[in-house]
T-cell receptor
């Protein structure tokens, strides 16, 4: 079975500070891993994804994430937060054996202070 | 590319009525579409998976007679909430994917349903 745990339902950082949003997963097969961002009353926008290959993946808006199999983690980072990064972020996992279904974490709301 | 639209974006209806939500893939053919619901301050929960031309597969606990899904073409899936009640009020989001080894899901903007 798959599951996704996002540590911290709310994260607050100052503008210009490092952003770190944590995601741990459990999967019995090699997973595909995703980070999505959601602004209020909008759908989900893909930030980045890991499927195969390089474990450090770069996404849009300066975000990146590293797949660490030994730690079953896929934490999302950004070196310098911007006010426009304030949103809710969802980590998700998928595996072909599960019919390509996405299982989402509970989400982390990022607040950026000026 | 890979744009998914939903219509309507917001709908308010009276209890007991039915509401239809459309999900369209605008620039690609979607062999599979997914329907999710999201309650306030919660994550997305998969309701059902629909493949073009076949019956939808519902997740455990989702009433198939209440949430009717039709995927009549490769670019359109509809979700009909029948006899809606206030507890059906939620944010409904669809996603669409193409065939292939790795199938990225492209999400629609969501539909806010409020049942009075």
């Amino acid at each position: 079975a798959q599951s996704v745990t996002q540590l911290g339902s709310h994260v607050s950082v100052s503008e210009g500070a490092l952003v770190l949003l944590r995601c741990n997963y459990s999967s019995s097969v090699p997973p595909y891993l995703f980070w999505y961002v959601q602004y209020p009353n909008q759908g989900l926008q893909l930030l980045l994804k890991y499927t195969t290959g390089a474990t450090l993946v770069k996404g849009i808006n300066g975000f990146e994430a590293e797949f660490k199999k030994s730690e079953t983690s896929f934490h999302l980072t950004k070196p310098s937060a911007h006010m426009s990064d304030a949103a809710e972020y969802f980590c998700a996992v998928s595996a072909l054996e599960y019919g390509n279904k996405l299982v989402f974490g509970a989400g982390t709301i990022l607040r950026v202070k000026s | 590319g890979a744009v998914v639209s939903q219509h309507p974006s917001r709908v308010i209806c009276k209890s007991g009525t039915s509401v239809k939500i459309e999900c369209r893939s605008l620039d690609f053919q979607a062999t599979t579409m997914f329907w999710y619901r999201q309650f306030p301050k919660q994550s997305l929960m998969l309701m059902a998976t629909s493949n073009e031309g076949s019956k939808a597969t519902y997740e455990q606990g989702v009433e198939k007679d209440k949430f009717l899904i039709n995927h009549a073409s490769l670019t359109l899936s509809t979700l009909t909430v029948t006899s809606a009640h206030p507890e059906d009020s939620s944010f409904y989001i669809c996603s669409a994917t193409t065939s292939g080894v790795y199938n990225e899901q492209f999400f629609g903007p969501g539909t806010r349903l409020t049942v009075l």
